[in-house]
């Protein structure tokens, strides 16, 4: 089947514009194969991020027709509306190029927090401990839809507080009790909507001011 | 005055090796085509090998277990460390048994056999007819995670990584390489760089690079299927007790299992489809481990090239060994040019101590490497600054 896929393009020191690209692509193929596709085929200067390919990296999030998706496993067919496909780099995030962003805004406030990245899971075994890794990919598809953290540059964000909330041990610094951490949230829950994984931060967030406001959690630094 | 390398290629051996040279104190640049872990890495199934996969290549297996002991080490926040089980499903498996725990004990590689009522117990989702179990200390994680640890590790020794920059031709005068010219895909504008030394680690993609500068890598292009189930059935590896063959792996991390692989080869890694028989063949195969693959709704299927040592006559990539080759092209016309194939993304980080030291002995760099000692950086370091 014959796809439109247009592409809006940012080079270092130009004016964005789109760039529409015409592809033959089975339906059932991911939006990502058929970028893929058009960077080895049509153009090789097309820069967009992506890894795993299976939806548990979380580098190639992107605004597909509007919405935010992980373009792996994000079937063509499926989101084609009249044939064509637009996509967008994630807002929120600085633009490396064309589709590539810098997610340091996320991962730079990781620094303030240290969040584990491991989680105990209780498998029901008393000799076995197992782990995880937590379910958060760390796309930045929650930032990228999110009305705060589009506007407010200094919130700790969605993913990183759900992180927060997740893996604490009682104890959270100051910065997620402040303006910078739940209280920004007006809770729209556009981050539990669209978050690939079903991590929920939005819930996640409101589980951390409930716990602060009963005093659950003690606040240090 | 500092020497420079360029290091080709951002998978896990190209970051690994940056990380390595920059630590001895070399002036190390890495360009990679596109993303971090765009290529061959970031599409492995995940699996932290224990090495008993390759037992039949009882050195390769020990090289596999040492590496995985070392990264659970140096960087335990990347791994599920949850171990594996090698299960016989039919009598054939069966008669692999014995072999397979003789080799893994001439290996070193620390393995137990369990009763199936034990194997079935922890993990509920196996063959309820299996025959026999193994527990190996097998791990799982997340590809690009790992590749942004060493990512990290090497910019903070002052390594510049530099995506989205495609090597796209060499100036080779007097026997060695004299410039670079690289493709910035951010701007996009052509430049060259002057590097004292050149390491292509771009896997799979060796030979394609390697012609840029008229010379050649054994390297044979060996994709393999992978199917994504939408879902975790698991929490240990699940391996088939048998010689390495197409759907033999369930690997479980963060939410998902992963059903690998198949095994043929290719011209050229940047053409690849996966085969529709091989997705059926990967759920056919899945099944017979654990009967709920079938009825999982796939999630994604991809496909990984692996950059297999292209030396015998193998035709399905399952008879080349999985160790690895330091290419030295001097003798090629091209004296301060290395490649690097093979290997496994386990031992990535081993493959870059050992290319480090050729590349430090050509540069009479005299640091040792330490990247088996000291601790990996967080992956989130790799955004800062």
């Known amino acids: 089947m014959r796809f439109r896929v247009v592409i809006k393009r940012v080079k270092a020191g130009g004016e964005p514009r789109f760039d529409a690209f015409d592809v033959e692509a089975d339906p059932s193929e991911s939006v990502l194969d058929v970028v893929e596709r058009i960077s080895l085929e049509k153009d090789r200067t097309l820069a967009f991020e992506h890894a795993c390919h299976h939806g548990v990296c979380g580098a190639c999030g992107m605004v597909i027709n509007g919405v935010e998706r992980l373009a792996c496993i994000t079937r063509i067919g499926e989101v084609a509306k009249g044939g064509v496909v637009v996509l967008e780099p994630l807002r929120g995030f600085k633009v490396i190029s064309d589709l590539a962003v810098d997610k340091s805004r996320m991962f730079g406030k990781y620094k303030l927090v240290t969040p584990s990245t491991l989680e105990i899971v209780d498998g029901g075994l008393q000799e076995v401990q197992l782990e995880k890794l937590y379910d958060c990919i760390e796309c930045g598809i929650c930032y990228s839809a999110c009305p705060i953290a589009n506007t407010f540059p200094e919130y700790l964000g969605p993913s990183l507080l759900a992180l927060i909330s997740k893996s604490g041990d009682g104890k959270v610094p100051a910065v997620v009790d402040s303006r910078a951490g739940v209280w920004a949230c007006h809770a729209a829950f556009e981050c539990s909507v669209r978050c690939p994984v079903g991590f929920k931060p939005g819930e996640s967030i409101m589980r951390l001011r409930r716990r602060l406001l009963k005093g659950e959690l003690r606040v240090e630094g | ?385």
């Not at chain 2, 050649?216 to 199917?227: A, D, F, L, N, Y």
């Not at chain 2, 299992?257 to 990967?282: A, F, N, Q």
């Not at chain 2, 050992?354 to 430090?360: N, Q, R, S, W, Y």
């Open chain 2, 1 to 385: 005055m500092t020497k420079s390398v360029l290091v080709i290629g951002g998978g896990v051996t190209g970051v690994a090796i940056a990380y390595d040279l920059a630590s001895r104190g070399l002036s190390v640049t890495l360009v990679e085509r596109g993303s971090l872990g765009a290529g061959t890495s970031g599409r492995t199934h995940g699996l932290l090998h224990s090495g008993c996969r390759y037992i039949a290549d009882a050195e390769v297996a020990r090289e596999c277990y040492s590496e995985n002991v070392t990264l659970r080490r140096i960087a335990p926040f990347l791994f599920e460390k949850n171990g594996g089980l090698f299960v016989a499903v039919t009598e054939d498996d069966l008669r692999y048994k014995d072999f397979f725990l003789k080799q893994c004990e001439r290996a070193g590689i620390p393995v137990e056999e369990v009763p199936r009522e034990e194997a079935l117990r922890l993990e509920p989702n196996l063959n309820p007819d299996l025959k026999a179990a193994v527990k190996v200390p097998d791990g799982t994680f997340d590809p690009l995670k790992v590749i942004l640890s060493f990512a990290a590790s090497a910019k903070l020794s002052g390594a510049v990584i530099k995506p989205f920059n495609e090597v796209v031709g060499f100036k080779v005068e007097g026997g060695r390489v004299t410039s670079v010219k690289v493709l910035d895909k951010t701007v996009p504008r052509e430049y060259e760089v002057k590097p004292d030394f050149v390491v292509n680690a771009t896997g799979a993609w060796a030979d394609k690079v390697a012609r840029l500068a008229g010379l050649r890598v054994p390297v044979k292009p060996s994709p393999g299927v992978m199917v994504a189930l939408d879902g975790r059935i698991g929490n240990m590896v699940f391996n088939r007790l048998n010689k390495p063959g197409d759907g033999d792996i369930i690997v479980h991390h963060r939410g998902t299992s992963v059903v690998g692989t198949t095994s043929w080869v290719v011209e050229d890694p940047d053409s690849v489809k996966p085969p529709r028989e091989h997705v059926e063949l990967m759920v056919k195969r899945g099944s017979e481990l654990a009967p709920i693959v079938s009825r999982l709704k796939i999630k994604a299927v991809y496909v990984s090239s692996r950059p297999l040592i292209g030396e015998g006559a193998a035709s399905t990539g399952r008879e080349v060994s999985r160790s690895f080759a330091v290419i030295d092209h001097s003798r090629d016309g091209a004296e301060n040019f290395v490649s690097i194939i093979g290997g496994k993304f386990t031992t990535a980080r081993l493959m870059a101590e050992k290319l480090g030291d050729f590349v430090a002995e050509r540069l009479g760099a005299a640091k040792e490497s330490q990247t088996a000692s000291r601790p990996l950086a967080p992956y989130w370091l790799f955004f800062e600054g």
